[in-house]
């Protein structure tokens, strides 16, 4: 059994960063962030494979930046350049998608409780 615990989160003003991390107990082959906005389906944000391979969503490609710090079984996202469509709830996931499928939601079966992030503009 694997436990997620999100911390981070936050209100900012468009433009500004914020930086999410995610603590893990047990062992995680890969993990992602998520994110569901009010009336919008989860979608995958931004994820890291075992072998340190990224895959981000088009929209946070340059703003955003995955990392995990193994030593600690921490995930991190770091979010720059922050916008108001980039408001929602952020879920840490863990599970074994194959590279390809790295935000796909479906294949993820470890999740947190959410943290909220809201930008203003």
């Known amino acids: 059994q694997v436990q997620l615990v999100e911390s981070g989160g936050g209100s900012v003003q468009a433009g500004g960063s914020l930086r999410l991390s995610c603590a893990a107990s047990?062992?995680?082959?890969?993990m992602g962030w998520f994110r569901q906005a009010p009336g919008k389906e989860r979608e995958g944000v931004a994820a890291?494979?075992?072998?340190?391979?990224?895959r981000y969503a088009d929209s946070v490609k340059g703003r955003f930046t995955i990392s995990k710090d193994n030593a600690k079984n921490t995930l991190y996202l770091q979010m720059n350049s922050l916008k108001p469509e980039d408001t929602a709830i952020y879920y840490c996931?863990?599970?074994?998608?194959?590279?390809?499928?790295?935000?796909?939601?479906?294949?993820?079966?470890?999740w947190g409780q959410g943290t909220q992030v809201t930008v203003s503009s």
């Open positions: 890291i494979d075992i072998f340190g391979n990224t």
């Open positions: 047990g062992y995680t082959a890969c």
């Open positions: 996931a863990a599970g074994a998608p194959s590279t390809s499928r790295l935000l796909n939601d479906a294949f993820y079966k470890y």
